[in-house]
């Protein structure tokens, strides 16, 4: 039997953050440093290290980052009049909401707050849509991380069968969505699927989105098949148990340095893009 | 062997176009008269035949509806004006702009230009999204048409295996959506695909949406499905192999007055809705 091949989320990142450098030289030459607003409501452990390397990341590749810490009693109508503020500050060129706010919060109704032009995850309905369509300037981030491994490694998806376990709307959703775009034939598995462990073993190509460790199992996968994990759990534990997966895949993304630094990289491309497109 | 189940969609959408009496009643006594601006571009037949329909029916109801008739050779930018001209008619509720329109005119910028308020066919990509998340005013009509049909038959969506096969933006993609919210197991297929027959054969809900005539043969069809076609090619004639599917579904839609009479009933409640919507 082959090996199985390592999908390295850290080599696709580096990929992707060098492809950056001269377009961050370009903007710096004309006066211009891309600019990402994190935006962190609550103090939940998890979402705070995300916002910190994210904000990390920008620093290393020269990309400026501005963090808004607020309480975790903010009201939806507190946050959405931060957004505004980022939305009309020329200097900022993405916004990030860090995921999930808690719970007083319409994080659909901040999410819609941010303007077109500066939702680099994707989140608003307009984004969602328009990369439905094929036609995003920033597809969600993790959603054009998992195309981006695919495509760093040169794993075709034409004519695939692609199953989708999460049908969220940052994340399941809009995969299955450009894995379809991408012509995979797509199925999308949730909570009320029937026979789970019968739909992901027809994936030529699976992707974990569930959010519960260990969740997909390696007897549920095919031989050969081409394993995903974009799930995230407590104490760095994806949402497929790897060690099963890797015995039955030909090629599997591990946990961490996986989809988690191409997602990064991604949130990088989009803020330099949008910068770019606020050049123009 | 049961016998298979019609699912007549002239009986959906009488009890659909009975159930909006008392709203256009109470509209009217206000001054109100629900109103459907139809836009046909160039000579299409089939189209032409289309829009007569969509006016009948609004006629038989006490629904204005004004017919916008095109020269085939309109420029998206004229074609837009006109939509705009509709957009800002305070008598004007709803905007159909028929598909397909000539091969000159941008069909999406189209689309884009009708207003979210107007836009009761759920073809623009916010429209889209909306329904995509589960809170549209109006999702597309012919995808609302089939779940209509599901419904009024009481039969259950949730946890079924449904397979559609198409992925355009105001059919196959939005009823796959959907269904997914409806919390079926969701595949989309399409030309792309390979094996499809196998896929097909999946699905406790098929749903045809390729538009080719008598595409989907009784061979594919799981033993007790449910076949729902929405397709509508020349001379009547569906996207389903009729006569070979009945022979093995449980349920299915009849060409004609299956789907089709449906799409018109949905178009019409989304007109009284959009007026209803304004008068508030």
């Not at 979402?47 to 607020?70: E, H």
């Not at 309905?125 to 990369?131: P, R, Y």
């Amino acid at each position: 039997m082959p090996e199985t091949l390592i999908l390295d989320g850290n080599r696709v990142a580096t990929d992707i953050k060098e492809s950056l450098s001269g377009a961050i030289q370009s903007l710096a030459k004309r006066g211009i440093v891309p600019c990402l607003a994190t935006i962190l409501v609550g103090d939940d452990p998890s979402s705070a290290t995300y916002v910190r390397m994210k904000g990390n990341a920008c620093k290393r590749l020269g990309i400026q980052s501005i963090r808004l810490d607020l309480p975790k009693d903010t009201s939806t109508g507190e946050l959405i009049l931060a957004i505004r503020k980022l939305n009309a500050d020329p200097n900022v060129h993405g916004i990030l909401l860090q995921h999930p706010v808690p719970h007083q919060i319409d994080e659909r109704a901040a999410f819609e707050a941010i303007s077109i032009e500066k939702d680099v995850d994707g989140v608003t309905t307009l984004g969602f849509a328009q990369n439905a369509f094929g036609f995003a300037d920033f597809p969600s981030c993790t959603p054009a991380a998992i195309i981006a491994i695919l495509d760093y490694y040169n794993i075709s998806i034409e004519g695939k069968h692609a199953v989708v376990i999460g049908r969220s709307p940052i994340l399941g959703k809009p995969v299955s969505i450009m894995l379809l775009n991408q012509n995979a034939t797509v199925t999308t598995c949730h909570s009320k699927t029937t026979n789970l462990e019968d739909i992901v073993r027809l994936g030529d190509i699976v992707v974990a989105a569930v959010g519960k460790p260990r969740f997909v199992k390696g007897d549920w996968i095919k031989s050969g098949a081409i394993v995903l994990d974009a799930g995230y759990n407590e104490g760095n534990i994806g949402d497929v148990d790897y060690d099963g997966c890797l015995l039955k895949a030909s090629a599997i993304t591990p946990v961490p340095a996986g989809v988690g630094p191409v997602t990064i990289a991604a949130l990088l491309k989009h803020t330099v893009a949008a910068a770019e497109k606020l050049a123009k």
